[in-house]
């Protein structure tokens, strides 16, 4: 679909969203170890429900995990009787392992991401050295999303975007009047996400914002991070296009792209790498799943020297 059917395409899910029976009941997980939303939501008329950018609890230190963080969910999902459709990630994330694999278990719903993972699975493939059992093709995940692709949740329209930028691969799911938005803007007094992993790109990055802000004022924004801001105590992951759009500190209405990438740039410059990008991404890639195991059977977080 050409960018201009796409945009009606979504225009019309939104419109039709201003009916509450196209709204869906959003209820977010918040995880204060590495900062992260992750969204169940759910049509209220049939109960389906898909779970985005979920976390598996990972200890560093001792290389162990544990399930606490994606239990809370399954405990919510089924006490709400929701039927998962959809384990959907907006990206590869740096900062947190997804739990979406043992949610599956749980739970159910089919793993989808973005088609231009196969681009970070390339990437990241090489800076650690994977060997020919990574298939570097997306086949570890059911669905990979292309731009503009429409799909259902129930009865609810939903449309996923391609908003490249903090990495290649990231999408936006739109489900009826929910956007949910993944890396890209963070809440308006915070700003917008980096764009210096391998792959990102500033300058596409604020293409995708300006896509993003494009669609009608009231669209409900579920945002994956939130670390607070200066003045700011408590964590908050919801917004609306027409805040961003007045207030976003890196990226309201007035703000030019080269403005906007000379103040990203800058500012990427200065920040240390997240904690977990090691095992994330090596653990994300592969949808969720450990590293093959080596003969003895154990899988292994490999750390490059001198790569990132
Ligand atoms: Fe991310």
């Known amino acids: 679909m050409s960018d201009p059917a796409i945009a009606v395409a979504t225009q019309q899910i939104l419109m039709a969203a201003q009916h509450p029976e196209q709204q869906p009941v959003v209820k977010t997980f918040f995880d204060e170890k590495t900062f992260t939303a992750s969204h169940v939501v759910?049509?209220?008329?049939?109960?389906?429900?898909?779970?985005?950018?979920?976390?598996?609890?990972?200890?560093?230190?001792?290389?162990?995990?544990?399930?606490?963080?994606?239990?809370?969910?399954?405990?919510?999902?089924?006490?709400?009787?929701?039927?998962?459709?959809?384990?959907?990630?907006?990206?590869?994330?740096?900062?947190?392992?997804?739990?979406?694999?043992?949610?599956?278990?749980?739970?159910?719903?089919?793993?989808?991401?973005?088609?231009?993972?196969?681009?970070?699975?390339?990437?990241?493939?090489?800076?650690?050295?994977?060997?020919?059992?990574?298939?570097?093709?997306?086949?570890?995940?059911?669905?990979?999303f292309v731009d503009g692709e429409q799909f259902k949740l129930g009865n609810l329209n939903a449309i996923a975007l391609h908003v490249p930028g903090h990495t290649p691969a990231d999408m936006a799911f739109i489900i009826g009047d929910a956007a949910f938005i993944g890396d890209t803007l963070f809440m308006p007094d915070y700003g917008t996400a980096r764009a210096d992993f391998p792959g990102g790109d500033a300058r596409m990055l604020y293409r995708s914002i300006r896509r993003l802000l494009s669609l009608p004022a009231e669209t409900r924004l579920f945002l994956c991070h939130d670390y607070k801001a200066p003045h700011r105590d408590t964590y908050a992951w919801e917004t609306t296009v027409g805040a961003e759009r007045a207030h976003n500190v890196h990226v309201h209405e007035g703000v030019s792209e080269d403005d906007f990438v000379n103040m990203r740039t800058s500012r990427d410059a200065t920040l240390a790498l997240p904690n977990l990008i090691m095992p994330s991404v090596q653990v994300n890639i592969r949808g969720g799943h450990m590293p093959e195991p080596e003969d003895n059977g154990t899988s292994y977080i490999k750390i490059p020297i001198n790569k990132l």
């Open 42 to 144: 759910h049509d209220p008329q049939t109960l389906i429900a898909a779970v985005i950018d979920s976390v598996l609890d990972y200890d560093p230190a001792s290389g162990r995990i544990k399930y606490d963080s994606a239990q809370k969910i399954v405990d919510y999902v089924r006490a709400e009787k929701l039927q998962v459709a959809w384990q959907l990630e907006t990206h590869a994330h740096a900062d947190h392992l997804s739990a979406a694999p043992w949610l599956q278990e749980q739970l159910g719903g089919k793993l989808g991401i973005g088609a231009n993972i196969v681009e970070v699975q390339k990437v990241f493939g090489k800076i650690f050295n994977a060997d020919t059992r990574f298939a570097r093709d997306g086949s570890q995940f059911d669905h990979l």
